[in-house]
């Protein structure tokens, strides 16, 4: 299977406008990289704080989110998020023990991550696959 | 139950009376006594008023009956022994006992007595006694009862070898025991008896009368007849037929026939009904009225009659316990009362019963009084103890003796006979005697008081009647009257000798007739001269009786000629007992006179014949011829006549005269001989009463003598008691070698036990010595002053002393009390000495051995506490309270768990809760919260003492502090944890840089410089985070080492700012910055030309009370600056990342005189983790 073969089954998240919430600066740039790949517009925010005023009317598709901002929990964001009905993506070096219980339901994300893993987390989130 | 029948429902009382020496009795008897038997016991003894009884516990070791202390009101059940308490009377009423206290004083305590005559009134036939041994006679009156009654009597039998003689010998001397027996038959016999009344209870009636034996009366009538000479056909019926039953229950004889066939073979035992028969009833004034014609119509009359020097004589006949006779005392005392100089009064009652008799003496009679007024009561007698005596002066009128109307002579010179209800027994023949007596023993003016039912109709010339109806009658003098005749045995005697001489011959008979034509008229007189016998034949012209009174007397009878003769010879022949021939004239009167040949010769020589004599006549005249020679010649001289006949008849009227005056001589000698016998008669009255008063008197002594035999044997058990205590004590202090001595008040030695001599050279005559005089090898001198302490405080002192040297020798613990006596005075002290050698040995190594361990406890590096099964703390040392932030005071109120962390109790518990199930020792970790709130880890070595017992007694507990332990070991775990996280968080940095690096590079040659150069960076920056352990780093420090790799001409840029920590996140984001501007500025701006100068400058503020960092990087001097267009990685990070990782705003100018960059961010309060 070719990367090639392997791009044309995938669904297309052209389009789909992502918040990033990552305050590892260049991990964020990375980030920002690989959806702007995938064909993503985003907003990005490195505190919990900055992240729920972009919230408010942005219309985000989904939002991928690191569990710790600079010492602080990004859960105050996934509740925003879970209340608009947003889908969203955790992201931590921790594990599945770097989340909380009550929000392990969510997709998480290992760090380091690959752009597949990152892709396949955000199609789960946002739409069944389309072959 | 009906008094008459009994049928088991109830117990069957046995009443049973002992004194001295009854102990062993009781014990042989309940020995033999099954528990189970339906009786109930009642134990009456002799008890000392003043001295406590051990019976109960005595006789309770020999039975498993019930034995328990009379009380008032018990009511008696079934296979229960009562025994009397001391000096109390015990009664029973309706099968309950009563009790009353105190008891009678001594001589009037009959303590026996007055049970038995309860329980034979109240039991009736069922009740049973028994005398056991003892002295006196108490008991016999109430056995007396019992029987009266239909009871059952046992006593003791005098062979038995338990028995004191005294009371069963005169229980059995009343004749009213039915059974003797030796006490150890009495509990079958009485077994036996229980069973025969409820067998015998199908027989009879509702007033307990056999309804099978009114036909068998006759024969058993006979039968008695036939053995003892007495007629019952008289008798009740009702009467005699209780009596045959009551006999037939002592022989536990079921049937009639058979008890008849058994008086036909056993003469004893028609003895023995006869015995019974003879029970006699009688009361105080019975029959009222005729007693108040007695009153009016005698008594009065008779005092009235007599002078004040004359005496009353009164006789009461058959009188049996004496109420009749002390009836007749109190009218006759009552009717001299207030006369001034009244009669003496002597009343004599006499009964063929002794032990009727000795009631009567005795005075005493049962409660309620039959027939006595209340006024009477209180007047004449003297309540005591349930019964009633006689008033000593109605007494002292009165003397009892036994006495048979049928054998033995009357009292005379009476003035009054009362015989009631005694002759209805008799028959005709013997009636007409006793009446006859009577009238011989009344003089004149004499009465005679007989019972309703009797009369002297057939002997009307001997008494008139006075009243009839109350059947009083007075003397009188009758022709008809005549001699007793007594002894009226004799009657009985020649009756059955006649019988058992058979025939008679008649042809001697005849021929004796014709003989005695031929043989001399004669006389057979007695020593008083009485005539006896008279021939037949031609007695007559022997015989002138005088003038007067007609007598029997020989000389009042003969003829006057021939008494003086006579006289002489009687009194010859008696004196020599033999023959006397005298010749005398016979004077027949009318002036012949004819000689007569008198023979006097006793009848025998000896015996009771030889008293008597015969006196024979012969007429001289008749046989002149035959006997002529023979006659003396004195007598010839008679028809002599002549001159000397007148002068004979001179010679005889002078000596005529004289014996006529020898004759009025003698006849006043003889009046005088008879007041002498009055005299004496007196004298033997008074002498009788003094013996009644001894015999009193005896009674008081017997009573008295048992008393002290029931305390001295009681005392015996006592002292055995006391002797075997004495042994045990003795033992005991020999055998726990405890060395004591006993000393009085002047130390001086009162005894000692033999571990003594050990420590002072004691030997037996020491005693009395003073011990300070003795060789003592105590190491102590303060004895007398502490014995001196003592007895004045009378506290005890305690001391160790010592023997021998110090070390060597042994200690020994000295007690010193007061010696108490029983009466609790302290009379000297007891010295006590124990071995404690040993335990002092013992206590020292303890001591040693707890200091020793007391000081590695306190010294121990770790905590230690002790506490119980509850977790209650016991002990704990100083560590220990440290640890856990409390006082050791504080800590014994608390236990284990009130100081252990809630979180950590529950695994603590598990354990601890084993461990006391003789479970491991463990270790556990736990918290402790001490007062302050502060938290302390602990590692706490738990195990359990064994106790003496073998089992876990306490729980040791040794605690070590593991706080910080714990807290490295959690900061190591989060250092671990923290480290993957930081790797994994760095690897995903390096994978970013090196997809961030790659765009922009143009080969990959340029790809490995820019990567290598990034990563190097970060590593720079990390060796600085990791010289503070990942602390934080210096602002300065990481813009120095970004700055490093460009150091070739110092000059070029410079640093101003003052010393910022920063948090390694902010470390590492500026570094990385510092790193992208540096490199930007060495290939693009300052640093890229030969000249070009870089300044870099911080400052820290303050704004919103959060540490504000503002960073200024200047480039100037280098080549103009021209925009890139499109944007290399570095630019992006510093103007986009840069803002995401850190709280601030960038600017980033390319100014054209260089590039200028200023960062503001806020420096976080914390150090950040990410």
């Known amino acids: 299977m070719t990367t090639k073969t392997q791009a044309a089954d995938l669904i297309s998240l052209t389009g789909r406008h992502l918040l990033l919430v990552e305050d590892e600066m260049m991990i964020a740039l990375d980030l920002a990289d690989v959806v702007g790949g995938f064909g993503c517009t985003f907003a990005m925010a490195g505190r919990v704080a900055k992240a729920i005023s972009l919230i408010a009317n942005a219309g985000f598709d989904a939002a991928v989110l690191d569990v710790n901002l600079a010492g602080e929990k990004v859960y105050a964001v996934a509740d925003e998020l879970n209340r608009l009905g947003i889908p969203l993506i955790f992201t931590t070096g921790y594990g599945e023990d770097g989340v909380l219980a009550q929000y392990r339901h969510h997709v998480i994300v290992s760090k380091p991550y690959t752009r597949i893993d990152l892709y396949g987390a955000l199609v789960r989130v946002l739409g069944p696959a389309r072959v | ?1170």
């Open chain 2, 1 to 1170: 139950m009906s008094k008459g029948i009994f049928d088991g429902s109830s117990p069957l009382v046995v009443g049973i009376g002992a004194s001295a020496g009854g102990l062993q009795a009781f014990k042989k008897f309940f020995v033999e006594m099954p528990a189970e038997n339906g009786m109930a016991f009642v134990l009456v003894q002799h008890l000392d008023p003043a001295h406590e009884s051990l019976l109960v516990n005595l006789i309770g070791s020999q039975t498993k009956m019930r034995v328990v202390e009379a009380w008032d009101g018990a009511k008696l059940v079934a296979n229960s022994i009562f025994v009397i308490p001391p000096d109390a009377t015990l009664t029973i009423e309706s099968g309950v006992l009563r009790m009353r206290k105190p008891a009678p004083p001594r001589e009037l305590r009959h303590p026996i007595d007055t049970f038995f005559l309860s329980l034979a009134e109240d039991q009736g036939p069922n009740a049973v006694c028994i005398v056991l041994s003892g002295m006196g006679s108490d008991g016999s009156i109430g056995l007396k009862a019992v029987k009266e009654n239909g009871g059952l009597t046992l006593a003791q039998a005098e062979f038995d070898h338990h028995a004191m003689s005294g009371m069963p010998d005169s229980a059995a001397a009343t004749g009213q025991v039915d059974l003797v027996l030796p006490v150890e038959s009495m509990a079958a016999r009485l077994i036996a008896h229980r069973a025969y009344l409820i067998e015998a209870s199908q027989h009879k009636d509702t007033n307990g009368e056999r309804t099978d034996m009114a036909e068998h009366l006759t024969v058993i009538s006979e039968i008695l007849k036939r053995a003892v000479g007495q007629d019952f056909g008289q008798y009740k019926e009702s009467t005699v037929l209780r009596r045959v039953q009551r006999r037939m229950q002592v022989l536990q004889i079921s049937s009639v026939s058979e008890f008849i066939a058994r008086m036909e073979k056993e003469p004893r035992e028609a003895e023995a009904l006869f015995r019974e028969i003879l029970i006699g009833v009688t009361q105080f004034f019975r029959d009222p009225a005729a007693f108040e014609a007695l009153r009016k119509d005698v008594v009065n009359k008779l005092i009235a009659s007599k002078t004040p020097g004359d005496q009353i004589r009164v006789w009461v006949a058959g009188c049996a316990t004496g109420e009749e006779a002390y009836s007749i005392a109190m009218l006759f005392r009552e009717a001299t009362e207030g006369l001034k100089d009244a009669p003496r009064i002597q009343i004599f009652g006499s009964d063929i019963d002794d032990r009727a008799i000795v009631r009567a003496r005795s005075g005493r009679f049962r409660a309620p009084l039959q027939g006595v007024s209340p006024e009477r009561q209180s007047k004449w007698f003297v309540a005591v103890d349930g019964e009633f005596c006689v008033a000593k002066e109605i007494r002292e009128m009165c003397v009892f003796s036994t006495h048979s109307l049928i054998k033995d002579p009357p009292f005379s010179k009476l003035d009054l006979v009362s015989c009631r209800n005694v002759m209805i027994y008799f028959d005709r023949v013997l009636q007409d005697r006793v009446l006859h007596n009577f009238h011989y023993a009344l003089g004149p003016g004499g009465f005679l008081f007989l019972g309703s039912s009797e009369g002297v109709t057939r002997n009307a010339t001997l008494f008139s009647t006075v009243d009839k109806k109350c059947r009083i009658f007075e003397w009188c003098r009758t022709a008809g009257a005549s001699l007793p005749e007594f002894p009226l045995l004799a009657t009985g005697r020649s009756k059955r000798e006649a019988a058992g001489s058979g025939l008679e011959d008649p042809i001697e008979k005849c021929a004796q007739r014709i003989v005695s034509r031929f043989s001399p008229a004669y006389v057979v007189v007695d020593r008083n001269f009485q005539v006896v016998r008279f021939s037949g034949g031609d007695v007559g012209q022997y015989l002138e009786p005088s003038a007067g009174v007609a007598s029997l007397d020989l000389f009042s009878i003969l003829r006057k000629s021939l008494r003086p003769t006579i006289r002489s010879a009687v009194r010859l022949a008696l004196r020599k007992r033999e023959a006397v021939v005298s010749d005398c004239i016979n004077d027949i009167g009318g002036g012949k006179k004819r000689p007569v040949v008198v023979v006097v010769e006793p009848l025998a020589k000896e015996g009771p014949e030889s008293d008597l004599c015969l006196v024979a006549f012969r007429d001289a005249a008749g046989s002149t011829s035959s006997n002529g020679a023979a006659r003396p010649a004195s007598v010839n001289d008679a028809v002599v006549g002549g001159s000397q006949l007148a002068e004979l008849e001179r010679e005889l009227a002078v000596a005529k005269s004289s014996l006529r005056e020898a004759v009025d001589e003698l006849e006043t000698t003889s009046e005088e001989m008879k007041s002498s016998n009055e005299e004496f008669q007196s004298v033997n009255e008074e002498l009788q009463a003094s013996n009644e008063e001894l015999e009193t008197a005896k009674e008081e002594m017997q009573s008295i003598n048992e008393e002290l035999r029931t305390v001295n044997s009681e005392m015996q058990d006592k002292n055995a008691q006391l002797m075997r205590l004495n042994g045990d004590l003795r033992n005991l202090l020999d055998s726990t070698q405890i060395a004591t001595i006993f000393l009085d008040r002047d130390l001086r030695i009162k005894s000692f036990t033999p571990g003594m001599t050990e420590l002072i050279h004691l030997r037996e005559s020491d005693l009395g010595r003073p011990v300070t005089e003795l060789v003592s090898r105590l190491n102590y001198d303060g004895l007398e002053q502490d014995v001196k302490s003592v007895l004045v405080t009378l506290d005890m002192i305690e001391r160790e002393v010592r023997i021998g040297n110090e070390g060597a020798g042994s200690v020994l613990l000295m007690r010193i009390r007061p010696y108490r006596t029983v009466k609790n005075v302290v009379d000297g002290v007891v010295v006590t000495f124990f071995d404690i050698t040993s335990q002092k040995l013992l206590e020292n190594a303890l001591t040693e051995s707890e200091r020793r361990l007391s000081a590695i406890i306190n010294q121990a590096a770790a905590g230690v506490a002790e506490t119980d099964f509850k977790g209650t703390f016991t002990l704990c040392n100083p560590l220990f309270c440290r640890l856990t932030g409390r006082t050791k005071t504080e800590l014994k109120a608390l236990r284990i768990q009130d100081i252990t962390h809630p979180g950590d109790w529950p695994r603590y518990s598990i354990l601890f809760e084993q461990l006391l199930k003789d479970g491991p020792g463990f270790d556990v970790d736990a918290r402790y919260i001490r007062p302050d709130g502060s938290v302390i880890w602990v590692r706490n070595s738990v195990s359990s003492i064994a106790g003496a017992a073998g089992h876990a007694s306490r729980v040791l507990s040794v605690v070590v502090d593991i706080t910080e332990h714990k807290f490295a070991e959690s900061h190591r775990e989060l250092l671990l944890h923290e480290l993957s996280h930081r790797v994994k968080n760095t690897l995903a940095i390096v994978q970013s840089i090196a997809m961030q690096t790659s765009p922009g590079a143009t080969s990959v040659e340029a790809y490995r410089a820019a990567f290598l150069s990034r990563l190097m960076s970060l590593a720079r920056t990390h060796n600085l985070l990791q010289t503070s352990d990942w602390q934080g780093a210096l602002l300065r420090d990481v813009v120095m080492c970004e700055l490093a790799p460009f150091k070739t001409d110092a000059l070029r840029w410079t640093v101003d700012g003052t010393d910022v920590l920063l948090d390694a996140n902010t470390a590492l984001a500026l570094g990385m910055a510092i790193h992208e501007l540096s490199t930007n500025a060495a290939k693009y701006g300052a640093l890229s030309g030969s000249v070009g100068h870089v300044a870099v400058g911080w400052t820290l503020t303050s704004c919103d009370g959060r540490r504000l960092l503002k960073l200024v990087w200047t480039e100037s001097g280098g080549p103009s600056v021209v925009a890139s267009r499109r944007k290399g990685f570095g630019t992006r990070l510093i103007s986009e990342g840069l803002a995401l990782q850190l709280d601030g705003k960038i600017r980033h100018e390319f100014e054209p005189s260089g590039v200028e960059c200023t960062i503001e961010i806020f420096l976080p309060d914390v150090a950040g983790r990410e």
